[in-house]
């Protein structure tokens, strides 16, 4: 099991960057493959982006393509989510997430540990 800690949410303006970091502790963090997440109120939640775990694999969710960018620094144990140009509908709360492959997985339940989430909200 993976002990997932996220950091670096919060309020941005639209147009605005924020970098969200998720930190792993316990397992071997190469052999993950690690997947970002986002769920809005009343909506499912959904994939955002999703990393190999030797950072050769990357997927990023259309909605996001072109200003968000993942990456990960397996000697630090964490994973990154760098998102730019932000707009009023990337507002959510934002988990990380860890599965026991190193090859990424766009579903939901292909993750087996979660981090406690982290808000973004992007105001107008």
């Known amino acids: 099991q993976v002990q997932l800690i996220e950091s670096g949410g919060g309020l941005v303006q639209a147009g605005g960057s924020l970098r969200l970091s998720c930190t792993a502790s316990g397992g071997t963090f190469s052999n993950y493959a690690m997947g970002w997440f986002r769920q809005a109120p009343g909506k499912e939640r959904e994939v955002v982006a999703a990393i190999s775990g030797a950072s050769i694999t990357t997927y990023y969710a259309d909605s996001v393509k072109g200003r968000f960018t993942t990456s990960r620094d397996n000697a630090k144990n964490t994973v990154y989510l760098q998102m730019d140009s932000l707009k009023p509908e990337d507002t959510a709360v934002y988990y990380c997430?860890?599965?026991?492959?190193?090859?990424?997985?766009?579903?939901?339940?292909?993750?087996?540990?979660w981090g406690q989430g982290t808000q973004v909200t992007v105001s107008s």
């Open positions: 997430a860890a599965r026991s492959y190193s090859a990424i997985s766009i579903r939901r339940y292909a993750y087996n540990d």
